[in-house]
């Protein structure tokens, strides 16, 4: 049993028994998980950007960065552990996006990299069945290998689940 925490631009993937996948403080970041019940198998990817192009050197060296490069490392991690060829099987939740360091919308990172993130998914015929994105808050996130629970926390609003 063990405790995986991503910072910005990691990954993490587990089917061991009792791990938890966590991430911290999600502002304009956006986590991506994915979940494989048979298997008990958890991916998650925190993404900082929508695209790599802006430094391909960083996106070789932490594919998690990018929506658009952490998206295909997480889902060939996921497949690897679990064991699957199809990428259909898995339920897909999708956590933060927030407005938090830019009032005036001028960059607007949340929503492109929460955008970037479902036209992947799109292009492989899947949407998110679960999400908590937009707004003006910090989230935290825990997945559970275990029960397959993705549980919220943001500071002063408590917990919750999708």
Request: aromatic share 6%; glycine share 12%.
């Amino acid at each position: 049993m063990s405790i995986i925490i991503l910072g910005v631009g990691d990954l993490g993937v587990s089917n061991a028994p009792g791990d938890v996948i966590k991430t911290l403080a999600l502002g304009s970041c956006v986590a991506l998980i994915l979940l494989e019940p048979r298997t008990r198998s958890v991916g998650m990817v925190h993404v900082a950007l929508p695209e790599s192009s802006i430094d391909r050197a960083k996106a070789m060296a932490k594919p998690g960065y990018f929506a658009d490069t952490g998206f295909f490392a997480l889902f060939d991690a996921m497949k690897r552990i679990s064991h699957l060829q199809n990428d259909k099987s898995f339920i897909v939740k999708m956590v933060g996006g927030a407005q938090v360091l830019d009032p005036n919308n001028t960059f607007n990172i949340g929503k492109r990299n929460e955008l970037a993130l479902k036209k992947m998914l799109w292009t492989l015929g899947m949407g998110v069945q679960a999400e908590d994105v937009g707004g003006h808050i910090s989230r935290s996130i825990a997945a559970d290998v275990d029960s397959g629970r993705v549980v919220i926390t943001s500071a002063g609003r408590g917990s919750w689940e999708i």
